[in-house]
């Protein structure tokens, strides 16, 4: 029942808020217009985050904060962290580590899990980054006709706001080549054609 008043809670602060800025991995995070927010600002939903994340530091933290932001926008159940896909994730992250391909980790026409990914120039990107990037995805999302913006991409964006989609991992790695790479797995996997996320 406490959970259930802190989701309650969530929705308002977050519509007391706004939270709508994009960060292109093509601009070094110390040149963004608006900072990310601060989750003090969201107190709510962090502390949501942090209850659904058991034994999670920093990283994972920001990971699900951010995620669970874009779902309240949409008033969808938050995600809740999962050690298995995490550890999918890391192990992804690792391969990537020495080239730092922005590649997913199953064929295009194969996923057995929700997967996105994340490039950054340099190795200042964070969690929120990533996160905020896919969610800035919404404004090329149409409703009306539940596709994407000519040329433009917005699977990120549907897959973190799934309605049944309940889990996620991630993961952040430094590559050799000093820039960032960043994966999320969830479950269950969104983006069914014909369907809407929310």
Known sequence: ???????????????????????????????????????KNNETIYTISKQLCWNCLSEPIQFLF??????????????TWDSQLESYAKWWAGKRKGDCKPMHSFPEDDFKLGENIYWGSGSLWTPGDAVRAW???????????????????????????????????????????????????????GNYIGERPY
């Open 66 to 79: 951010y995620h669970n932001l874009a779902r309240a926008a949409k008033m969808e159940l938050p995600l």
């Open 1 to 39: 029942m406490m959970l259930h008043h802190h989701f309650l809670l969530l929705f308002l602060i977050l519509f007391a808020t706004n939270n709508n800025t994009l960060i292109s991995s093509q601009t070094p995070p110390s040149l963004a217009t608006k900072p990310l927010p601060n989750p």
């Open 135 to 189: 969610a800035g995805e919404e404004k090329y999302y149409n409703y009306g006709r539940n596709s994407c913006v000519e040329g433009q991409l917005c699977g990120h964006y549907t897959q973190i706001v799934w309605k049944s989609t309940r889990r996620v991992g991630c993961a952040r790695v430094v590559c050799d080549s000093g820039d960032v790479f960043m994966t999320c797995n969830y479950f269950p996997v």
